[in-house]
């Protein structure tokens, strides 16, 4: 598979590298077309769709009368999709997401140290907490967990929302003695890494 630096299309002021390209012929390709890109190029693909997803045909301004893309518009944008993993303060945490899968396939959001902590005796990328919970019998969207959010996670879920992790409370189901929100992650770099994940 031909590898292309993605992350670096629009953010290093090389609109026209190859990778460049090949997002343009993405962007403006049918359905078809993008099947077939997919099977080269499968994060490219995604890619597009999620920034198309977010803001379709947005990113244009007019020039001497023409639309032409604004390319400092896509950069910023650019950048958001394809920066580090965001930091998510819970409590006294500073935490950063990892994306594992539970054995049916739904997502797993873990939580690991952001930082290193001699003070309460936590080191980078220790594991803090597992936000997610795999409801037995239920199979989600790509997008979608069931938060954690009773016993030691009680907050959490307002902390995911908060800053902008996940959206809103799509639905629960009851669980025991406590019922498990649905949410759908909207983060575009966690969006991101749970693709990955599939590659």
């Not at 078809?32 to 769709?49: H, N, Q, S, T, Y």
């Not at 007019?62 to 400092?72: C, I, S």
């Not at 994306?99 to 290193?116: K, P, Q, T, W």
Request: glycine share 6%.
């Amino acid at each position: 598979m031909l590898s292309v630096d993605l992350r670096n299309a629009f953010i290093d002021h090389t609109e026209d590298n190859f990778t460049c390209l090949l997002l343009r012929l993405i962007a403006k390709g049918d359905p078809e077309m993008r099947a077939r890109l997919a099977k080269g190029f499968p994060m490219e693909v995604e890619a597009v769709r999620i920034y198309q997803t977010d803001c379709p045909y947005k990113d244009m301004q007019e020039t001497e009368g023409l639309r032409v893309p604004d390319w400092e518009q896509i950069a910023n944008r650019a950048k958001a999709l394809f920066g580090p993993p965001p930091v998510i303060v819970w409590g006294k945490y500073r935490c950063t997401p990892v994306i594992e899968r539970y054995a049916a396939g739904n997502v797993c959001l873990d939580l690991v140290s952001a930082v290193s902590d001699a003070e309460d005796d936590i080191m980078e990328g220790e594991p803090i907490a597992t936000a997610s919970v795999n409801a037995a019998g239920y199979v989600y969207d790509w997008d979608v967990i069931h938060v954690k959010d009773y016993a030691e996670n009680v907050g959490l879920l307002a902390a995911l929302q908060n800053q902008g992790i996940v959206g809103p409370v799509l639905d629960s189901i009851p669980s025991g003695y406590v019922n498990l929100p649905a949410v759908r992650i909207i983060h575009p770099v966690v969006c991101r890494m749970i693709k990955e994940k599939e590659l």
